[in-house]
């Protein structure tokens, strides 16, 4: 049975948010792996859920703060 790429990206992708989102403080690697398997079209949910995390924090990391700007400074 073939595997559809797209899918198995999309999964993957999933299941990295899931533990970024279950985890206190997510590993760097994990955040660069989501960065880099994102489509264009799924990059704008991606910044909401990072927004999100920054507000559950009463001190959001530095890095955290970096990441967001990076993603939605213009390029």
């Not at 797209?6 to 970024?20: I, M, N, P, S, Y």
């Not at 403080?25 to 995390?53: C, G, N, W």
């Amino acid at each position: 049975m073939p595997v559809d790429i797209d899918a198995a990206r999309g999964a993957l992708v999933a299941t990295l948010l899931e533990k970024v989102q279950n985890d206190r403080f997510p590993s760097t690697t994990m955040l660069d792996l989501i960065e880099t398997l994102l489509t264009e079209e799924e990059e704008p949910a991606y910044v909401l859920f990072l927004q999100d995390r920054l507000r559950e924090d009463q001190y959001p990391s530095i890095p955290l703060l970096n990441r967001l700007t990076h993603l939605v400074a213009p390029k």
